[in-house]
């Protein structure tokens, strides 16, 4: 069922870049390497204790302007990010500080890289039975912050950035057509930061680089081609359609050896796919309204078009959705 519909979209990345001969000075990497495993080619980083508040005011400034909408009408606000300016209270409170939400409700998701996706989700189930009007869904992620400079294994993946929606009422045939979410916890070592409640930073920890990103890449990298596939068959079922409906693929932008294999299992040809991970890295949460901002800017998705978004993320977490422009 079509409840809300997307008004409009915004992003924001910081403006340093890091590319990868810049990578090639801090750790035993090389460009050939990186390009190669991942399709990254440079990622955008903030400068260090900067705000990412800044950062997902930015995008949602843009998605106000494109929706028509003042911050004073936004009846709630959901934020998904695991880097958000503090560990309290919720970024999504500091966001609606800044944009003079004053009536929104706000709050955050963790759900990591399907922080989006997992918003969407929410959002459109809450517009069924609340009176919202107007809804933002926002992911931003400085993953730059918890990263392991000194590790190539995940230093080289791994960028920051905001991505941000307005939602209202859907209106005729255009709206989020299917939403679903999943998670597993107990492949949650595959991909974690230990830094919390049940271990208190000591100095040797920040000095040993215990508080930054464990993964698995490889473990991981199977999981999600298996739960991307997944979810979007099922979202796909949900509303109704085949992949042959789908007019653009937007899947989360971790790795084009990832987006490639959900790609061949779809049969999406090259033009449908929608991909700008060697430009942005990872941006965890924010990949996929990034690149969905992106493409509704540039003219490559256009109203009325279908797009499959597919996602996955720590947790482990995936979800999918199906909406109409
Ligand atoms: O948002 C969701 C979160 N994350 C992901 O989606 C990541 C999923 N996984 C991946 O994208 C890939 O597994 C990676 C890009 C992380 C790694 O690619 P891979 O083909 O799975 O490589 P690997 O981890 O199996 O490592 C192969 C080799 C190893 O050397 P040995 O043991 O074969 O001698 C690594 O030490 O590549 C080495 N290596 C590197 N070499 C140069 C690992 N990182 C680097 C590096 N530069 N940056």
């Not at 302007?65 to 209270?89: H, Q, S, Y």
């Not at 003079?100 to 998701?109: T, V």
């Not at 998705?301 to 959705?321: P, Q, R």
Request: aromatic share 6%; with cysteine.
């Amino acid at each position: 069922m079509q409840t809300c519909q997307i008004l409009g979209s915004g992003h924001a990345v910081p403006e340093r870049i890091l590319t990868n001969a810049d990578l090639e000075q801090m750790v035993d990497t090389n460009d050939e390497w990186i390009v190669e495993r991942s399709g990254i080619r440079q990622r955008h980083i903030a400068e260090p204790g900067s705000s990412l508040s800044d950062l997902a005011s930015a995008a949602v400034n843009r998605a106000l302007k494109r929706a028509d909408t003042r911050a004073e009408d936004i009846d709630l606000i959901i934020v998904g990010t695991v880097t958000g300016d503090m560990k309290f209270p919720a970024m999504a409170c500091l966001l609606q500080e800044k944009i003079g939400a004053k009536k929104a409700a706000a709050f955050d998701i963790s759900a990591a890289c399907s922080g989006f996706l997992y918003g969407l989700h929410l959002a459109r189930s809450l517009m069924q039975t609340c009176p919202y009007q107007r809804v933002l869904v926002v992911a931003a992620e400085m993953l730059s912050s918890m990263v392991n400079w000194e590790d190539r294994n995940t230093c080289v993946l791994f960028g920051d950035g905001a991505g941000a929606v307005v939602l209202g009422p859907a209106e005729g045939e255009c709206g989020i057509l299917s939403t679903t979410i999943h998670s597993d916890g107990h492949y949650s070592k595959l991909l974690y930061n230990p830094a919390g409640s049940q271990h208190v930073l000591s100095a040797e920890d920040i000095a040993s680089n215990y508080a930054t990103i464990n993964m698995q890449g490889r473990e991981v990298f199977r999981h999600a081609v298996a739960s991307m596939t997944g979810a979007l068959n099922e979202a796909l079922v949900q509303a109704g359609l085949r992949a042959a409906d789908l007019d653009f693929v937007i899947p989360h932008q971790a790795n084009l050896r990832i987006i490639e294999a959900i790609a061949k299992r779809f049969k999406v040809p090259h033009e449908k796919l929608i991909v700008n991970v060697e430009r942005f890295g990872n941006t965890s949460a924010a990949s996929i309204p990034i690149a969905l901002d992106e493409a509704l800017q540039n003219g490559t998705i256009n109203k009325g078009d279908v797009v499959g978004l597919t996602t996955f993320g720590a947790g482990l977490t995936w979800a999918a959705s199906i909406i109409r422009i």
